[in-house]
C-alpha cells in the first residue's frame, strides 16, 4: 500500500503563498498521475489540480491562475504552489491518484491544513 504524506501547510494573510509537498512511498509519486485535493469543513472534498507524468497539468477553475502543481519524478514528490492565497482556500490539502470520479487511488494522508485568514 502506497503511503502518501504531505506537509508545507499554515496560517497565511491573504495575498500571500504557502508550497505543499506531497511525497509518496516507493515509486507511487513518479509514475502515476498525481492530484492535489482538499476539503473544507462542512464540504466534500474536491480535486483542484492534476499533473500527468508528462507533465501536463489541469486545475479548477477556482485555483487557475493562482495554484500551481509540478514534481520532481526523481524523487516522487509533487508539489503545489499556492499564490494570491484566499480565505475561502482554507481547508485541508491532500495529494492522492486520481481515480473515475475524482477519487483517490490509495488511502488518504493525514493531510495539511491551510488556513488564510488575516
Known amino acids: 500500500q502506497v503511503r502518501l504524506v504531505e506537509s508545507g501547510g499554515g496560517l497565511v494573510q491573504p495575498g500571500g503563498s504557502l508550497r505543499l509537498s506531497c511525497a509518496a512511498s516507493g515509486s507511487a509519486g513518479s509514475f502515476n498521475t498525481m492530484g492535489w485535493y482538499r476539503q473544507a469543513p462542512g464540504k466534500q472534498r474536491e480535486l483542484v489540480a492534476t499533473?500527468?507524468?508528462?507533465?501536463?497539468?489541469s486545475y479548477a477553475d477556482s485555483v487557475k491562475g493562482r495554484f500551481t502543481i509540478s514534481r520532481d519524478s526523481a524523487k516522487g514528490t509533487v508539489y503545489l504552489q499556492m499564490n494570491s492565497l484566499k480565505p475561502e482556500d482554507t481547508a485541508t490539502y491532500y495529494c492522492?491518484?486520481?481515480?473515475?470520479?475524482?477519487?483517490?487511488?490509495?488511502?488518504w494522508g493525514q493531510g495539511t491544513q491551510v488556513t488564510v485568514s488575516s
Open positions: 492522492n491518484a486520481p481515480t473515475v470520479g475524482n477519487l483517490g487511488r490509495w488511502d
Open positions: 499533473i500527468t507524468t508528462t507533465r501536463s497539468t
